[in-house]
Structures are given as structure tokens and as C-alpha cells.
């Protein structure tokens, strides 16, 4: 609800002073400004102070009375605004608005996230794009379902584009469908990780699987998607028919679709990577990857084993241990893992009622997450040369980092002196993907779990084994990743010139412009393609959104000026490619000492962003048309 909206019916008192026991400090001192101008509440004693760490900071480090004047004037202000007083600032814009989220976070803000800020607070115009006249005789094929299929699919339907959708499942939500295992969610907090224009209440401050899936399945729901998607069709490959500047699709089963365009909404993280270890198929219990989890597992009194230490075996071990007789976790490399208060909190009814209620609350909040998940800690990774201390951390802020994480590592092992030596990893923090403790370190703790730190080396047909230890298993979960590096898995496209996209890439060193557009490829368009996830921070979601204004863009001014194709200049993808190498190289992903699912076998980072999301934006907001080789209509 933006301030210049008009409430149906004046806020009931009574509702909103329970309600305002339950807010965030800051997200309200900002708000309580905008609604009377009065500019007291951005100096102290009401400004809030910084948050430590990355929690909510709900009380903005003020004292219980001074929160309880800004809650009391909060009251009387919202009250007057929906009796029809008008909000006093209703938009800021500049340095206006740059200084409230300064007063909002504590802490100095650049003035380059402003446009980014006003647009996610509304004071900025939305893009607008309408129904562009002979649109609908234009077709797009979106590949995937998921959270940047369905985002495209919306936008290009907009311009009155006919779209299709080609799912492989059976539902919508791609990795929020796949991915069920037990403890899976987020680890970005829910009201970031959403699309900007789809709010939801939700549930829990990080969001699990079945709310992320049924959020995905409502958004389908509400924009009308599923007519558009033909579940169970998976697409084998594609070849760009030059003549008829069109591509040609084919599925799995044969069947084949001709469109004028190709969004490939496939994802990164896809196709589970499920290890070659000798001997396994003569184990005699059940083995499955974390991503294929089993609907008919049941893990009460069993023997499990967990291979892997990332993202996905932290979410899994905590919530099976209980269940299980025995745990072994087979870890090959440690992890760093950060606290968070906020891992387990449940938003109250009447945080949820205030996001409905006072006006820009709910914008403010996901914009102080914005600036905190963002791209602050962007900086941090970037390897100071003059450092001399490479195997603990690559710059100062590094090492603050490290040192945090480790005090927090040894409070938590305090009593397991064997646990500690095998958890304090052996490289910079942020080397690796940070994770959230979920209960992870309280888990290995645990009277029935073992931490092996060893590669599994083989199984045998009543276990697993290592170079030091046989254990026996009932269930062995292979918690072992992604093809993180094979962009577009098994689909083979075929380029213009008729070389795959395979043969112009090499296995595992896909690049695109921008992360979109590939050379050779017309009128072929990745959502969160190689180098555009994020390693530092943020939301997937807000890439995904960048990117799919960028192809409506490039589509619209297609359709205004009678271009049939487009695809990108080899120099101008050339010469980003070596942008995005030189700014890796002096990041953190390229440091010797550790491996990481963001770089391929070679050593190039092929995954993330170097950028941070703010310069991202800038880079990706207008298609200059210049940097393409253009075809029009004869
Ligand atoms: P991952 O981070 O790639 O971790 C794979 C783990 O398996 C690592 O510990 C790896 O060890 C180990 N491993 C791989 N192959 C092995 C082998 N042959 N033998 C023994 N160990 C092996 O995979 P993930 O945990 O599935 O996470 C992947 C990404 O998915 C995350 O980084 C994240 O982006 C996303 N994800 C997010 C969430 C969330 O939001 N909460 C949850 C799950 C996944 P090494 O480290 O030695 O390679």
C-alpha cells in the first residue's frame, strides 16, 4: 500500500496498537516520518542504531521507551492518515530518500542505490509496457516453469506476445517442486526472496519448501499462467532456423514447436549431481540424491548416512536427526557457517496485519533486507594484493568476518574439542557459499551422529567407507550438489551457423552478455544464465527480474521497428566475458585453497556475479541495440 493510496475504512485503534507492539523500529521511524514530515524521528535519540550481523534489528538498538514514543506517535499518525490527512512526504527522491534508508539501517548508504530504492519503494515510476501493436503475430517459447519461466512468460504475455511454456514436471515451481527434502527453504529472508510485485504473508522469516512451492503455485494461480504451460514436455534440443527467423523446438518425445523466440528459464542449479563412487550398486539399502528425495523414505530408527557438507546437507541433517538411530556425515571439506537469530523466527499475525495495513511498511521492510543481503558485504570479498595471510581470509574485512564466524564455531563446539578440528575450515570465509546455521553444529553434537571428515571412497553392500572408516548404513543421502557448471544440462541448441552451443562453449565455460545473450544464438534469451547467480548476497528473484525487463525491452523495440533477430556482437560479448573474468579475478571465488560450484574445473567462475546487484541494474536496464547484430523484416 503506497501513501497515496486512500484506506477503504479507517484503521481500527485498537487492532493497530497491538499490532505496533510487534513492528520493526526502523522500517516504522521511516514510515512515522514520511506520514508526518516531522523530521525529530530521524535524529536521536529515535534514530536507530546498526544492526550486528545481518538479523532485523527490531528494535533498532533503542531503549523500551523511546521505541514506545515512536510506537505511540506511529499510532496517532497511520490513524490520521487513514481518516484522510495526507502523508507529508509521500515520495522522496534523491538524497531525501538516500538519508532515510541511511536513518533506517544506521549506517551510510551511496547515492547510487537510490534509483534502485525509489523503485522499490514505488516513488520511482514501474516500466511501463502495454500491448504493442502485432505482437501477437510474434511467439516466444519459455523453457521451464520455475520462478524466471513463469516472471518471463507474465512479461511477454504483457506485450501481447503469444507464449508458450515447455515444462519437463508436472506442476510449476522448477527447484521448489524438485527440491522436498526435509529442513529445505530459503536462505534468503521470504520478503526479499519474492517477486517485488507478489506479496505474501509469510509464515516464517526464511521460508520452507511447501510455503516457497504453494507461493509459487498462488502466483501461477493469480496471473492465469498454467493455460499458458504444457506440463511433461521436456526439450531435447533446438536448432535457429535462419530462413524462417525462427527457432525449432524439439522435446524428448519428438514432438516439435517453431518460435521467434526461446527464453531459456532452465536455472543453474537443475540437475543433481549424483557422484560416481565405486560399488554402489551393490549396496544393499537405498541411496538417492537430495533433490530426488523419495516420497516413500522413511528414516524412523535407520542408519543414515549424509554425504556432503553444503547448503542442502545443512538443512537435512538438522531436521532427520531426530528421527534417526544412527547419523554419519562424510564431510570432504568444511564449512563456514554464519549465525542468525532470525533462522527459525515466525512472523505474528499482526506483523502481517501491519504489512497489510500501514501504508509502505511492507516496502520499507523489504528494502532494509535489500540493503542488508544486497551487496554489503560485496566489498569484503574483493583480495586485497598487499594481504599477507591468503589461507585465512583475502583482505582486513575478510578477516573480521572469519574471526566472528570462528568465535561463534568454537562457542558452539566448546565441548567437543575432536568436532572443532574438523570444522574450522582452512580458507577464507565467503570461499564457498556462506550458510546459515539451522541447527547444524547442535546436530553434530549429538550423542548418535558422527562427523567423518573424509571422502567416501567406495560403498560396499552394507555401507560406506573412507580411507579410515566402514560404516555400516540403512540409507545413504547424497547431499552432493549440482551441474552447476553444464548451463542448459542436456538441451542442445544449434546456433546460427549450425555449431552448437556446446561446441562454441566447451563443456563446462558457458558465457552469455549480460548473462542473456549468446553469439551465434538470435533471438535466444537466459534468465539467471552463466555468471548472473549470486555468491555475495541477495535474491535470485531480483536478477531474474532485471533480466526479464531487459528482454521485454529488447522484444518491444523488436516488435516497434520491424526487427526480426537479434544476437549479441562476438567482440561485445567477447569484451564483457573479459570484464566479468578481471573483476572475478580480483574476487574471492578465484582463490587457491578451496573449491567452489561457482568455478569450473579450469578455475573460471562460470556461476556468479562479480558485480554487485546495484551495477548489475545499471548494466542491464536499457538493451543498447548497437551491441547486437540486428536482422529487419525484408
Ligand atoms: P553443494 O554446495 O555443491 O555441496 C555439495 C557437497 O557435497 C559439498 O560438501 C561437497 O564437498 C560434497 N561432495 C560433492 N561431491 C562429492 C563426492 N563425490 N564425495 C564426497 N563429497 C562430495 O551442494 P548443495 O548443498 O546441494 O547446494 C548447492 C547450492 O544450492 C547452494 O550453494 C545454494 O546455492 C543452493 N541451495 C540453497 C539452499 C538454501 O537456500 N537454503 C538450500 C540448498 C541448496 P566439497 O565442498 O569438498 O566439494
Not at 490520521?80 to 530518500?97: E, Q
Not at 502466483?219 to 527457432?247: C, H, I, K, P, Y
Not at 561463534?408 to 557459499?433: Q, T
Request: glycine share 8%; aromatic share 10%; with cysteine.
Amino acid at each position: 500500500m503506497t501513501l497515496l493510496d486512500t484506506p477503504a475504512a479507517p484503521v481500527d485503534a485498537d487492532r493497530l496498537a497491538a499490532a505496533l507492539e510487534h513492528a520493526n523500529i526502523p522500517t516504522l521511524v521511516v514510515v512515522l516520518h514520511q506520514l508526518t514530515g516531522d523530521r525529530r524521528w530521524l535524529a536521536a535519540p529515535y534514530r536507530p542504531q546498526r544492526g550486528r550481523g545481518m538479523d532485523d534489528n527490531a528494535s533498532g538498538g533503542l531503549p523500551d521507551d523511546v521505541q514506545g514514543q515512536i510506537r505511540a506517535a506511529a499510532l496517532e499518525a497511520v490513524l490520521a492518515w487513514s481518516h484522510g490527512r495526507p502523508a507529508a512526504v509521500p515520495a522522496p527522491r534523491g538524497d531525501a530518500l538516500v538519508e532515510l534508508l541511511e536513518v533506517a539501517q544506521g549506517e551510510p548508504v551511496p547515492p547510487e542505490f537510490e534509483p534502485m530504492l525509489a523503485e522499490l519503494l514505488g516513488f520511482a515510476p514501474a516500466p511501463e509496457h502495454g500491448q504493442v501493436a502485432g505482437a501477437a503475430g510474434f511467439s516466444a517459447l519459455v523453457v521451464g516453469a520455475g520462478v524466471s519461466g513463469m516472471l518471463a512468460a507474465l512479461r511477454l504475455r504483457a506485450l501481447g506476445v503469444t507464449v508458450t511454456v515447455l515444462e519437463k514436471n508436472d506442476d510449476v515451481g522448477g527447484t521448489w517442486l524438485e527440491n522436498r527434502y526435509p529442513g529445505a527453504g530459503v536462505d534468503t529472508p521470504s520478503h526479499l526472496y519474492s517477486y517485488s510485485f507478489f506479496d505474501h504473508d509469510w509464515a516464517t522469516y526464511f521460508g520452507r519448501q511447501p510455503e516457497v512451492e504453494q507461493y509459487l503455485r498462488d502466483f501461477a494461480d493469480a496471473n492465469d499462467l498454467r493455460g499458458l504451460v504444457r506440463f511433461g514436455t521436456e526439450v531435447a534440443s533446438s536448432g535457429w532456423d535462419d530462413a524462417a527467423q525462427e527457432w525449432v523446438v524439439t522435446t524428448t518425445t519428438g514432438e516439435t514447436f517453431r518460435a521467434n523466440a526461446v527464453v531459456s528459464a532452465v536455472g543453474q542449479l537443475n540437475r543433481p549431481r549424483v557422484p560416481v563412487i565405486e560399488g554402489m550398486e551393490s549396496f544393499s539399502g537405498r541411496v538417492f540424491h537430495s533433490a530426488l528425495w523419495p516420497d516413500d523414505v522413511d528414516l524412523a530408527g535407520r542408519r543414515v548416512v549424509a554425504i556432503g557438507t553444503g547448503a542442502s546437507a545443512m538443512q537435512i541433517v538438522p531436521a532427520v536427526v531426530d528421527d534417526v538411530a544412527h547419523l554419519t556425515v562424510f564431510q570432504r571439506s568444511p564449512q563456514w557457517v554464519a549465525p542468525n537469530s532470525d533462522i527459525f523466527r515466525r512472523f505474528p499475525d499482526e506483523a502481517h496485519w501491519l504489512m497489510r495495513t500501514v501504508p509502505l511498511y511492507r516496502d520499507w521492510y523489504r528494502a532494509r533486507l535489500a540493503w542488508t543481503f544486497n551487496d554489503k558485504v560485496h566489498r569484503s570479498l574483493q583480495r586485497d594484493p598487499a594481504w599477507t595471510e591468503p589461507a585465512r581470509s583475502v583482505n582486513a574485512e575478510n578477516d573480521a568476518h572469519r574471526r566472528v564466524f570462528t568465535r561463534y564455531l568454537e562457542a558452539e563446539l566448546a565441548d567437543r574439542p575432536d568436532l572443532l578440528a574438523k570444522c574450522l575450515p582452512g580458507y577464507p570465509p565467503f570461499g564457498k557459499r556462506m550458510l546459515l546455521d539451522n541447527g547444524w553444529f547442535a546436530a553434530l553434537r549429538r550423542e548418535h551422529v558422527d562427523l567423518v571428515a573424509e571422502e567416501v571412497l567406495r560403498f560396499t553392500p552394507s555401507g560406506v567407507e573412507s580411507a579410515g572408516a566402514h560404516v555400516d548404513a540403512d540409507v545413504v543421502i547424497l547431499c552432493t550438489g549440482f551441474q552447476a557448471h553444464e548451463f542448459l544440462g542436456p538441451w542442445q541448441v544449434r546456433g546460427r551457423s549450425g555449431r552448437t552451443v556446446r561446441e562454441q562453449w566447451g563443456p563446462d565455460d558457458a558465457t552469455a552478455y549480460l548473462g542473456v545473450t549468446v553469439p551465434d544464438l538470435p533471438n535466444f534469451f537466459m534468465l539467471i544464465g552463466p555468471n548472473t547467480a549470486l555468491g555475495h548476497g541477495g535474491s535470485m528473484i531480483t536478477i531474474a527480474e532485471f533480466q526479464a525487463e531487459y528482454v521485454v525491452r529488447l522484444v518491444e523495440r523488436m516488435l516497434g521497428e520491424g526487427i526480426t533477430s537479434v544476437e549479441p556482437r562476438a567482440e561485445v560479448a567477447r569484451e564483457y566475458t573479459e570484464r566479468v573474468d578481471a573483476a572475478h579475478g580480483a574476487m574471492i571465488w578465484t582463490h587457491p585453497g578451496m573449491t567452489n560450484w561457482y568455478r569450473n574445473p579450469a578455475g573460471r567462475v562460470v556461476s556468479t556475479l562479480p558485480w554487485r546487484i546495484v551495477d548489475y541494474r545499471e548494466m542491464i536496464r536499457e538493451p543498447d541495440l548497437g551491441d547486437f547484430l540486428v536482422r529487419r523484416a525484408d
